[in-house]
């Protein structure tokens, strides 16, 4: 009990950018992550929990020049030896860490699954949190495609596994191998010189990326002198010669000049089998590289994925070549994945739009070769646990999960010991039950309180119940149905409620929530 | 493709006093706290996830003389506004900041649980981490003591819940109000002076908390001049004259006086029910603090919680008033809880010890006052989740939440569609399947990598096995207990493996894997 100095009064605030999730919210999204891991583990995917904080060298956001390599990431100094440590901002560079670290004991290959929040030290926006999760599963240790193609079919599984319909999403694969022979094939990669083209090609990557949003003008803009935007603001264009735009467009657009040319000479009703479709597209992709032996590598891996996805049932309904795909770019090494959700969702303006990615990713080879040397293929995918919830609840497809409990009404305070075994002896039946623990003098305030939790039911004891042996129930679901229209006054007249015997009560509660 | 300068390899370990969880361990973790939080919904309580991250200001460990103030917490500062930030040190700090921040949306009382890691920048020491998990259930807004007796039963359910017996746990109570009047009954409060004999007060505290290790002569000679432990250091003492702390040791031994005098003067047969311990440990509180109002308070208060106890079937067996127990001291202002696991297990030195504390808790009624100024009454729980799962482990409590996959074996690389559609079938029918995906040219290496896994089965297809339309199923898990004393070679020998027809696989997996 020392003299403390008096303070001001703390702000009751989570900081700039974070949010607290309550009830409902942590239950649906709780519900959602099992239901992925449970599809994870099928796949024979562990759990893995690692540490929230990393040292900044492990993650690998180390910034040579300034005293607080701080951006994007939350970094603070430890007190003793000054080591810079940080949140991880995503589940995928403390894997290399971990696989690095532990790759004596680890199976290879390594596949494991992690769910949980990352933290991102951005300026926070609309929607846009500080704090969010990812649901990740990866393959350490495994150079076959075979594993991107089982990344894939899984990811497909997942999504239909938490409440999205077949056809409501789409699987799109391609391969950085194949974007680098194309880049080859137009010139912009010199074998002898790296780093020539290097903005070049950053200009075209990004102008890919923008493709689905800038449409075939914006994009043959951004790949020649440039391009103005609605709002007068100019970007620079990579400045290439109309043949080499040419060729990247005709890459881009390999998917769907399958498609017109398949809707100009249409084969009948036959099912459209994964294979042509994706061996046409492939066929396609050959023309453009040309000889380019990177290029070659990747159709050829484009290929070997499509006939193992072909082999496990995975129609061009659920994943398809396409080489528009361009995700994470300065990262991956070979084949590119992206789900996408097709159905229409309103956006804040009422317009109809495609509801768009949900999940993405690809192969790594280079990651756990930072820490070894040595280099480690692997290859995963992450799961936008917000956008997907968000889509799902678009969609009505979250349980109800938090049904709010049956209320004990307190009627006699000098009584709350009865009212608690009577709340017990529901609880036992694993009935969801509570006695109301607030000032329990005005009544209306219980029923206000019940309201608030959305309890179903609203059990009352008074005197005279208890002298009868009975309970009043109140059925609070149908009342507030009732209450549509009607004075609070006429809604407590309605017959939404019925006496029961004590003895009978639990029984009655049970019924009444199971019908 | 811009050059990088080259740095040294990083370091591949977790920072100090961090740990990854693997596999089991987070699959068993993950079933613990899901039966627990079945527990604390089916109570009526709702879940919440706040931020991991808060203002400093707001966790309420603000040193104002200090520039950095990180002790106990880890903590940075803002970029734009410099504002401190904080990792959060627990979750019933976070919990008033909610509540404040969100009073007007949330049912008054509000019940909540919260589970998830908490940090603290401490130095870490043996089984001690920087971050770990706990699991929270509290009552905020509900003054009466109806809500610590509901949190104590509930605490019992769920160690029950999650596997610890009846007669393997304890949950004991007391309340600060007793020990300030005891304290008050002892001329060590002065109304008029309240720093007065603080210090006093914080030994007379510390030396109650120790009592469990140093017995009655220990605590003695703390509430007198000292005590020299076995190493020679010297703890002063209170200082206490006799009379004083013969009151201390009355209280203390509150519980046990009536348990000898019960041993001396047996009642006979009859089942000792709740009431009968408790209303004689509280009939000897009530002589020991005398006059004093708070203690009176305070006792009134045990014997309310103890008769609800009873109304719900808790007794002496489960839920006991243990004048013994002070937990957090600086924090609580009335009832105080702690659940105990009473089972013996060995210490690293193979001796036999009770397990002891895996919960705590109690009312805390000025921590929402903090942010406005009014005083919000609030109760709660906490289980040391990291502890009461090493007592699972202890007492073979953990199901086997983690079992290995069935691996299907590559034999013919050209075949992975194959492989990869004979794992897709099993895992249609909820069995967790996959393929191989490391270099399959060694045999061998993927029944070591099946070891490793702890795959129950292995399956092979072979060229010779697809001409004949059969697949070989090793049983592993039998070849494990054959293997036992023969060598690889013996084992390779053992009938632990069958033929099946191909169409069959599936049935024979499920009948193998579901005996």
Chains 1, 2 share one sequence.
Not at 328 to 356: C, H, M, S
Request: proline share 5%; net charge negative; hydrophobic share 35%.
């Amino acid at each position: 009990m020392a003299k403390q100095k008096k303070q001001p009064r703390p702000k009751a605030e989570t900081p700039k950018g974070f949010r607290d999730y309550f009830g409902h919210e942590v239950a649906e999204r709780e519900d959602m992550l099992r239901k992925i891991a449970e599809v994870y583990r099928r796949y024979g995917y562990d759990p893995l929990e690692s540490s929230a904080v990393e040292t900044v060298e492990a993650l690998g956001k180390f910034l040579p020049d300034v005293d607080r390599p701080n951006d994007g990431v939350f970094a603070w100094q430890e007190d003793d030896d000054k080591t810079w440590l940080a949140l991880r901002y995503d589940l995928t560079a403390p894997l290399a860490r971990v696989y690095a670290q532990h790759r004596n004991e680890l199976p290879t290959p390594y596949r494991r699954y992690a769910m949980g929040p990352v933290w991102r030290n951005e300026k926070p926006g609309p929607g846009r949190f500080r704090q969010f999760y990812q649901c990740d599963a990866d393959t350490v240790g495994a150079p076959t495609v075979a594993a991107d193609a089982e990344i894939c079919g899984m990811l497909a599984e997942t999504l239909e596994a938490v409440g999205i319909d077949r056809g409501d999403y789409i699987v799109r694969v391609n391969n950085r191998k194949v974007l680098n022979g194309v880049l080859e094939a137009a010139t912009l990669i010199d074998p002898s010189d790296p780093s020539r083209f290097a903005e070049e090609r950053g200009i075209v990557l990004r102008a890919i990326d923008k493709y689905d949003r800038l449409g075939d003008e914006g994009v043959m803009q951004l790949l020649g002198k440039g391009r103005r935007d609605e709002s007068g603001d100019f970007t620079k264009g990579a400045g290439l010669t109309p043949h080499q735009g040419a060729l990247i467009m005709r890459f881009i657009n390999a998917k769907s000049a399958y498609e017109d040319n398949l809707a100009a000479n249409p084969i009948g009703d036959v099912i459209v089998e994964q294979n042509l479709i994706n061996a046409a597209v492939c066929d396609y992709l050959r023309e453009i590289v040309g000889p380019s032996p990177i290029g070659n590598e990747g159709i050829d891996e484009l290929i070997q994925i499509s006939e193992l996805l072909d082999a496990q049932g995975y129609g061009p309904d659920r994943i398809v070549i396409d080489p528009s795909v361009v995700r994470g770019l300065g990262y991956y090494t070979g084949p590119v994945f992206e789900a996408e959700l097709t159905f229409e969702i309103l956006d804040e303006k009422g317009r109809p739009r495609q509801f768009g990615s949900v999940a993405g990713g690809g192969r790594y080879d280079d990651l756990v070769k930072r820490f070894t040397g040595q280099e480690v293929p692997a290859t995963g995918i992450s799961i936008g646990v917000d956008r997907l919830l968000a889509a799902l609840r678009a969609k009505g497809r979250v349980d109800g999960v938090a049904k709010g409990p049956v209320l004990v009404t307190v009627m006699d305070r000098d009584r709350m010991a009865d009212y608690q075994a009577m709340a017990a002896e529901l609880r036992s039946e694993g009935i969801r039950a509570e006695v109301y623990l607030g000032n329990p003098k005005n009544f209306g305030n219980q029923l206000k309180y019940a309201d608030k939790r959305d309890c179903p039911l609203a059990i009352i004891e008074g005197a005279d119940e208890k002298d009868k042996g009975i309970v009043t129930v109140k059925d609070l679901a149908l009342g507030k149905k009732l209450a549509e229209g009607l004075t609070h006054e006429e809604w407590r007249e309605q017959p939404a409620q019925e006496e029961v015997s004590r003895a009978k009560l639990v029984d009655y509660v049970k019924e009444k929530l199971g019908g």
